[in-house]
């Protein structure tokens, strides 16, 4: 079924969403955007779990699966809370620029 | 050829869709667009045989997490961004940084000999999900539930609005 699609397809796919998710991450003042870069780059961690229990084979062939559950439910919490708090500061702040949170700074 | 024709349709939907993410000025485009990289990779899991997978990416990942998203950017006013790089980080520090882990990390997977088992046949994996979950990982299983109840309560008392007396 592997057609002549071989390991290095996907992780070099998973590679793109990852830097894709990075430089979102990277260049971003949107507190949103920042979390949009994260929700790429936990993709990308999923892709190659997933293309590793394929091409892995024998019995660890659904831990792989199983870690990229976690890695879903993991960024499920993950975007409700950072949302929550987005929320919370735009109630506040009336901005999610994250270069003007800077309340705590001394 | 059709398993690899398909494969690069689905990385084009799926690059296509994160670079617009990445690179859009306005962030309600970068919303939607992040629709366009989740399907992708939902079939992505498909074509690796990850039937479950693929349900648990629609269901959490485009009817949750993205409507979640989608809401948040509705409700904060000035999303428009003008200027869309960071002060500590600009678009050049950014795309040098990663360009260079991109180099290092396709350095390490093209020069790997990487193990290929011989393709098994296509079969649900339910069942052996299933059975990981309630056999070996069980305790982590147990535990996610934990952390889903935590973020569920958190995520109720920070974003209520507070009444002043």
């Known amino acids: 079924m592997t057609g002549g699609l071989t390991l290095n397809h996907f992780l070099v796919l998973g590679?793109?969403?990852?830097?894709l998710g990075g430089y979102c991450v990277l260049s971003r003042r949107n507190a949103i955007g920042i979390l949009l870069g994260i929700e790429l780059?936990?993709?990308?961690?999923?892709v190659n779990y997933i293309a590793f229990s394929f091409f892995g084979g024998g019995s660890a062939k659904y831990d792989g699966?199983?870690?990229a559950i976690f890695v879903i439910m993991l960024a499920a919490a993950e975007a409700v809370i950072g949302l929550a708090i987005i929320?919370?500061?735009y109630q506040n702040l009336r901005t999610i620029d994250v270069g003007a949170t800077e309340t705590l700074s001394g | 050829m059709l398993t690899q024709f398909i494969f690069y349709i689905l990385a084009a939907i799926t690059v296509l869709s994160a670079g617009i993410t990445a690179f859009s000025r306005n962030i309600v485009y970068s919303a939607f667009a992040l629709f366009g990289a989740f399907?992708?990779?939902?079939?992505i899991y498909i074509l690796l045989g990850a039937d479950f997978l693929f349900i648990i990416q629609i269901f959490i990942y485009i009817g949750g997490i993205l409507v979640v998203t989608i809401f948040a950017v509705m409700l904060t006013q000035g999303i428009a961004e003008v200027n869309v790089s960071n002060r500590a980080v600009g678009f050049m520090p950014a795309l040098i940084t990663m360009a260079g882990a991109g180099a290092v990390m396709l350095y390490a997977i093209v020069r790997t000999p990487w193990y290929h088992a011989?393709?098994?046949?296509?079969?649900?994996?339910t069942y052996g999900i299933g059975n990981a979950f309630l056999g070996p990982y069980?305790?982590?299983?147990?535990?996610?539930?934990?952390?889903l109840l935590a973020a569920?309560?958190?995520a109720v008392v920070i974003s209520r609005q507070e009444t002043r007396q």
């Open chain 1, 87 to 89: 929320l919370a500061i």
């Open chain 1, 41 to 46: 780059i936990l993709n990308a961690a999923n």
């Open chain 2, 39 to 43: 399907a992708g990779v939902a079939g």
């Open chain 1, 15 to 19: 590679l793109i969403l990852f830097l």
């Open chain 2, 138 to 147: 069980v305790l982590p299983f147990e535990v996610a539930s934990i952390v």
């Open chain 1, 65 to 67: 699966q199983v870690f």
């Open chain 2, 152 to 154: 569920l309560v958190g």
């Open chain 2, 118 to 125: 011989k393709a098994a046949p296509l079969a649900p994996t």
